[in-house]
């Protein structure tokens, strides 16, 4: 059997590692300042987190064929990385903790992981 850890869990880790680098500085001026644009790159950046927890979590032989599990799992993950982002940013001048973020860390997260249970994920047969 071969070590499924790299090929799994290292994306999330890495995914993480990422959005942490990137909270360590402020908020660029480049993004367009649309309402509530901020809030789509919070869902789009943690629907791909909850997408890598889903795929690495689907791994693990006390979750197999526990699909609902998995979602759920999954969206815990990514908002309590969520969370504790925005409490890293709190303390990072420029930058401040909000709770809509948070609320759309969690969005993202439930939105990735359901989409990667839709469309990557064999169905099992009846």
């Known amino acids: 059997m071969q070590n499924k850890f790299p090929r799994y869990w290292l994306p999330p880790i890495l995914w993480c590692a990422i959005i942490?680098?990137?909270?360590?500085?402020a908020t660029p001026d480049?993004?367009?300042?649309?309402?509530?644009?901020d809030k789509?790159?919070?869902i789009?950046?943690?629907a791909l987190l909850g997408l890598l927890f889903y795929r690495a979590l689907n791994t693990l032989s006390i979750l197999r064929n526990r699909r609902t599990a998995i979602i759920l799992l999954a969206t815990v993950l990514t908002a309590l990385y969520g969370l504790s982002d925005e409490w890293h940013q709190s303390f990072v001048p420029e930058r401040t903790a909000d709770?809509?973020?948070f609320g759309?860390?969690?969005?993202?997260g439930w939105l990735g992981s359901t989409l990667y249970n839709k469309l990557a994920v064999p169905k099992r047969k009846s």
């Not at 942490?20 to 500085?25: I, L």
């Open 40 to 42: 789509v790159i919070h």
């Open 30 to 37: 480049v993004v367009p300042r649309w309402p509530y644009f």
């Open 104 to 108: 759309a860390d969690l969005i993202g």
């Open 20 to 25: 942490f680098a990137q909270s360590c500085f």
């Open 99 to 101: 709770a809509a973020d």
């Open 44 to 46: 789009c950046v943690y």
